[in-house]
Nanobody
Framework: QMQLEESGGGSVQAGGTLRLSCAVS?????MGWFRQAPGKEREGVAG???????RYKDSVKGRFTMSQDNAKNTLYLEMNSLKPEDTGMYYC?????????????????????WGQGTQVTVSS
């Protein structure tokens, strides 16, 4: 009964900011954010390990920040200085309970449970 639900997507101008949220029924030791643009494969944006270390996709480093609120069982992805190439459907995901990913993972195959996605559109 693992459940994930993203929210916070929308349409913004280039240079703008969005903060995505993901309510998770149960935190695990490996959690992350992914995105998928039309016609492209899903790609990892940020991945967090059990210590809170976050691995970022190179193109979002310095602009995106992944964080968690343990009290609320919620993941966040703050996206600053958004670019048109950031456009896509954003998903949160977690690896199954008791399973690890050292340093955080950006690999789709690491994750077992996924949210429904929230759309992010960045215009020029």
């Amino acid at each position: 009964q693992m459940q994930l639900e993203e929210s916070g997507g929308g349409s913004v101008q280039a240079g703008g900011t969005l903060r995505l949220s993901c309510a998770v029924s149960r935190f695990t030791y490996c959690m992350g954010w992914f995105r998928q643009a039309p016609g492209k494969e899903r790609e990892g944006v940020a991945g967090m390990d059990y210590k809170g270390n976050v691995r970022y996709k190179d193109s979002v480093k310095g602009r995106f920040t992944m964080s968690q609120d343990n009290a609320k069982n919620t993941l966040y992805l703050e996206m600053n200085s958004l670019k048109p190439e950031d456009t896509g459907m954003y998903y949160c995901a977690v690896k199954g309970p008791g399973r690890y990913c050292a340093g955080g993972s950006l690999m789709v195959t690491e994750y077992d449970y996924w949210g429904q996605g929230t759309q992010v559109t960045v215009s020029s």
